[in-house]
């Protein structure tokens, strides 16, 4: 069972990191209930049993909100130990001027398309739910001492199919702007920038440029598979010779026509 757990995980963290850019180190937004949960059943250091979780080859970083350590203040004794752990992880900034709800505030932080590339790890099953619906937001939760992470929902997967054929149907004007704000970005050069388009629309499609090694064709038959001509034998003086007299004597020749007798006396009489 564990080995099926963790390839399920491994093939949810492939999918969001194929389809949505995610990228190590992963960033894990955290709210009070997974904290309280960490906490209950002893899934301590957080940061090692999700990096477990992610598959990763570096911590997680770890962060939470202002309006998520105010709710866990609010809660009282009960969650005096989650609000002190809570207080010792990392704060994004939330654009709230008066606190807020955990639930409103998560969903602030996410957005319509989660530019930050969150993982949001909570107990709540509501704001789990919100949270399916949005593209590239993987969510991460506990079950007693393991934790999971929710496979993709059919909505996140058409969003991806969606996604990748508009990729493949691009304009070249589109692909031309795409261009132009990576280069200013990644500062690439000019020279690569101007590159022909029917190149880069190759390179960003995946399509593979053809062998440069061109194959050695053979220019002509095999002279050693060829069979030589025989020569042809010319004929002897003899044979020449004897060919003209038969030459000749055929020429010479001359065909006589037999008369009949009537003819013969037709003949005599005339002369």
Known sequence: MRVKKR????????????????????????????VHHLLTHRLLPADDALRDLL??????????SKCIVAELRRLGKSHAESFDNAQLLATTKCEHDKVVSAV?????????????????????????EKLREIPGVPVIYGLKNSLFIEQPSVQ???FAQLDEEKRLNMDISEYKKLMKAAATENGIDREQHERPISSLVKNALGVADKSKFKRNRAKGPN????????????????QNQGSMADGEAKRKRVRKRKRSQKDNKQAEMAS
């Open 7 to 34: 390839a399920k995980n491994r093939k949810a963290v492939k999918f969001y990191s194929t389809c949505f850019g995610f990228r190590e180190p992963y960033k894990v937004l955290i709210d009070g209930t997974f």
């Open 55 to 64: 598959s990763a080859s570096r911590t997680p970083a770890l962060v939470t």
């Open 104 to 128: 409103n505030c998560v969903l602030s932080l996410i957005g319509d398309k989660n530019p930050e590339h969150f993982f949001v790890a909570t107990q709540d099953a509501d704001l789990r």
């Open 156 to 158: 996140q997967r058409k």
């Open 223 to 238: 002279p050693l598979s060829c069979k030589k001509k025989k020569p042809k034998s010319q004929p002897s003086a003899i």
